[in-house]
């Protein structure tokens, strides 16, 4: 199983990037799936989840109102439509799959422990 995401690059503060995985091995189009990052120096956190319907989104607080994500089933592909970034969006952003069917709920989806799934990352640099 691969997720291969793509889409960092240097941006400007208050600019936008778009971030795309797309899933190969096996399909996820009744899985939750989601994105997390990591700065340097810092740990692994959560940015945002979705549900197999897509019924179901949850946000960190830091990007709420900034970033979407979304899901095409038919591509086993997540995306997340990052806007408005600031400097401390600058980390390395990760794709994650969950193996588990059918989950939903925000406090799963936000878990990285929910996810068995791990893509190797794509870097977003944010100048200010």
């Known amino acids: 199983v691969q997720l291969q995401a793509s889409g960092g690059g240097l941006v400007q503060a208050g600019g936008s990037l778009r971030l795309s995985c797309v899933a190969s091995?096996?399909?996820?189009?009744?899985?939750?799936m989601g994105w997390f990052r990591q700065a340097t120096g810092s740990e692994r956190e959560f940015v945002a989840g979705?549900?197999?319907?897509?019924?179901?989104?949850v946000y960190a607080d830091n990007v709420k109102g900034r970033f979407t994500i979304s899901r095409d089933n038919a591509k086993n592909a997540v995306y997340l439509e990052m806007t408005n970034l600031e400097s401390e969006d600058t980390a390395v952003y990760y794709c994650?799959?969950?193996?588990?069917?059918?989950?939903?709920?925000?406090?799963?989806?936000?878990?990285?422990?929910?996810?068995?799934?791990w893509g190797k990352g794509t870097l977003v640099t944010v100048s200010s």
């Open positions: 994650a799959g969950d193996r588990t069917v059918g989950v939903a709920a925000p406090e799963t989806l936000s878990s990285a422990q929910s996810y068995d799934y």
């Open positions: 091995g096996r399909t996820f189009n009744r899985h939750a």
């Open positions: 979705i549900s197999w319907t897509s019924g179901t989104t």
